[in-house]
């Protein structure tokens, strides 16, 4: 058996440069069958540039992709009929209507079944403004068209960067349930992200990336375990003293240097271990103003990538509290794929 049966998509030594700046560095992505996978990754990752390779927008400058157990090359365009794709943002004739626009985008691909524009129209919510003009569709319906017509061929594999652009919460939590209910059929649905959250409670699998690398992949569950924080407040003029006392215990560091002013500490250890962190300072006359314990995708994240990244407009991250880098940016409009 190679490292890649049973994959639905992988990438083995992925390479990508744009003049000097190197995109993609070696990515190596594993993406099993049948799971939502959250690709995620700084500003300047290598995110879009990735999706971009998968959906042979760009040709990457090395290495292999394989999608659905079979390598994708140039010229592989009739692949892409086992894999439905959105790419940034999606682009349709703005004075056909919705119906209209998925009759000539399956025109465009192989064979769709009788009925299934209709289908994927009431599945996306749109069947009530199927007949309007897409010129008078807000963002969000403009996405959800977008996702259905790469729903168009029933495929097996399912691209999606950023499925979430421009809906509302009950559009993001209805975008959710249809995209699970997608893996829960067998079905693969890799999604590149900023919602972190939002990824935390759809994705089964992550994948983060940092510098055109993969640092870090793993059922989800799995990582947010090794990945655990305490957090304990002291009182700022013994910040290096709890440092130093709980080295022994684990790497303890300010999360930020404001919170070195306010005392807060966060201790690389798992969440069930707070009280040994309690009762070590305790022990070393520190006593502890506050502390508390949490296992998250943002703080996951953060910790293996910093939140930095080179400018070149890939991602903003929302986290549990609010944006943690800069907007992301696209290729000019007419860029977007729909297989």
């Known amino acids: 058996m190679s490292g890649t049966d049973g994959l639905a998509?992988?990438?083995r030594g992925l390479r990508k440069n744009y003049g000097s700046r190197r995109a993609l560095n070696g990515l190596d992505l594993s993406v099993p069958t049948g799971v939502v996978y959250g690709f995620l990754g700084p500003n300047g990752a290598g995110k879009t540039t990735t999706m971009r390779v998968l959906t042979g927008l760009v040709h990457s400058d090395g290495g292999t992709v394989e999608l659905l157990g079979k390598p994708f090359k140039r010229g592989d365009r009739r692949r892409l009929f086992e894999v439905g794709a959105l790419v940034e943002s999606p682009t349709f004739y703005p004075f056909l209507s919705g119906r209209a626009n998925l009759r000539e985008l399956a025109a465009a691909g192989a064979p769709v079944p009788a009925g299934r524009i209709d289908e994927?129209?009431?599945?996306?919510?749109?069947a009530d403004r199927a007949g309007d003009k897409v010129q008078n569709y807000s963002m969000g319906m403009k996405q959800r068209l977008g996702i259905a017509g790469a729903l168009l061929n029933d495929p097996k594999l399912l691209l999606l960067d950023e499925p979430a652009n421009g809906l509302d919460p009950a559009g993001i939590v209805a975008m959710r349930d249809t995209l699970k209910t997608l893996a829960g059929l067998g079905k693969t649905v890799f999604i590149s992200s900023h919602l972190l959250a939002e990824v935390q409670v759809m994705a089964d699998v992550v994948g983060i990336i940092a510098a055109g690398k993969l640092v870090r992949e793993g059922p989800l569950k799995e990582l947010l375990s090794l990945e655990g924080v305490v957090r304990v407040r002291v009182r700022p003029s013994l910040v290096d003293a709890a440092i130093?006392?709980?080295?022994?215990?684990?790497?303890?560091?300010?999360?930020?240097?404001?919170?070195?002013?306010?005392?807060?500490l966060s201790v690389h250890l798992a969440p069930d271990r707070a009280e040994d962190v309690n009762q070590m300072l305790a022990g070393a006359g520190i006593f502890a103003s506050g502390l508390e314990s949490s296992a998250d995708l943002e703080m996951l994240f953060l910790d293996?990538?910093?939140g930095n990244g080179s400018p070149d407009g890939e991602g903003t991250f929302v986290g549990l509290t609010g944006p943690i880098d800069g907007q992301d940016g696209g290729t000019p409009a007419g860029k977007g794929a729909a297989a």
Do not use: C, I, S
């Open 244 to 264: 130093k006392t709980l080295a022994p215990l684990a790497k303890a560091e300010p999360l930020a240097e404001t919170d070195r002013d306010e005392g807060w």
């Open 120 to 126: 994927l129209l009431d599945l996306m919510g749109l």
């Open 304 to 306: 293996l990538t910093g």
């Open 9 to 11: 998509l992988a990438t």
